[in-house]
């Protein structure tokens, strides 16, 4: 056990893992995923221009998920978290199959869906509706947090951004699911093959990566809070979103 107050004093393997562990489940209890955005959209159908702002910006702060895995890849220097978030990028990009890349699959599901709320084709790179600030803020300062010349503040928030996924996509697909009278019963699963393929698989074992990653980072008490700044840092830029999402769609 760890005696020492001092911040330098290390930590043995257990003890990084079991704290590590311990912060990235207490995600769910963050705003990131506890908000009044999640029970709007899956208490009820919004309309298509409503749909409309949330595809806009949930797609473009996805579309960026390879640019921060890879800035992430960048800034580490421990040859196995090197080799697990390589793993994770080959995954969003499709296993090398570029009609198989995650946003693409994202896209093309936001663009059916319009496409059927609107009566015509919508490209979603020409939709009227706005990228809102906060998009803006999260996509910026994401990007800087993911590129910190501390690695463990790039693993805290590779940690972040893995483990608020899972149930972050758990409750889009259930709001989904209230669109499903504009399709037939097939078509529509053929066309939630985005939240099937996170849901399934691929955000569990990236789950799993982030926390062996972010425990390799970590050997001291110090390297425990560059991880929990990292970590709160991209998760309150995910609240901020979507509680602007949230006041757009629905203003007092």
């Given at each position: 056990m760890t005696t020492m107050t001092d911040q330098t004093v290390e930590l043995s393997p257990e003890e990084a893992h079991d704290r590590i562990h311990a912060l990235a489940?207490?995600?769910s209890d963050h705003p990131a995923l506890k908000n009044p955005f999640y029970e709007l959209w899956m208490s009820q159908e919004l309309t298509a221009d409503e749909v409309e702002l949330v595809a806009k910006n949930f797609y473009e702060r996805v579309r960026?998920?390879?640019?921060?895995?890879?800035?992430?890849?960048?800034?580490m220097t421990d040859i196995a978290a090197r080799a697990e978030t390589v793993e994770n990028l080959y995954d969003e990009m499709?296993?090398?199959?570029?009609?198989?890349?995650?946003?693409?699959?994202?896209?093309?599901?936001f663009e059916t869906l319009l496409g059927r709320l609107r009566g015509h084709e919508v490209d979603l790179d020409s939709v009227a509706a706005p990228l809102l600030p906060s998009t803006v803020r999260l996509i910026e300062e994401g990007e800087k947090v993911f590129?910190?010349?501390?690695?463990?503040?790039v693993c805290g928030a590779l940690l972040a951004q893995e483990w608020h996924a899972y149930p972050q996509l758990v409750q889009l697909y259930e709001g989904v699911r209230n669109y499903?009278?504009?399709?037939g019963l097939e078509e529509f699963h053929e066309n939630c093959e985005y939240f099937y393929l996170h849901i399934g698989a691929t955000e569990k074992e990236h789950k799993i990566h982030s926390l062996s990653t972010a425990a390799k980072a970590c050997r001291t008490v110090e390297d425990i809070a560059h991880i929990e700044r990292g970590f709160t840092t991209y998760l309150d830029l995910l609240a901020e979103n979507w509680n602007?999402?949230?006041?757009?769609?629905?203003?007092a």
């Open positions: 489940r207490g995600c960026r998920t390879p640019v921060r895995i890879a800035l992430a890849f960048l800034h499709g296993l090398g199959n570029p009609r198989k890349v995650h946003s693409v699959i994202l896209k093309d599901f590129s910190s010349p501390y690695a463990q503040e499903r009278g504009h399709y602007e999402i949230h006041r757009t769609v629905r203003p």
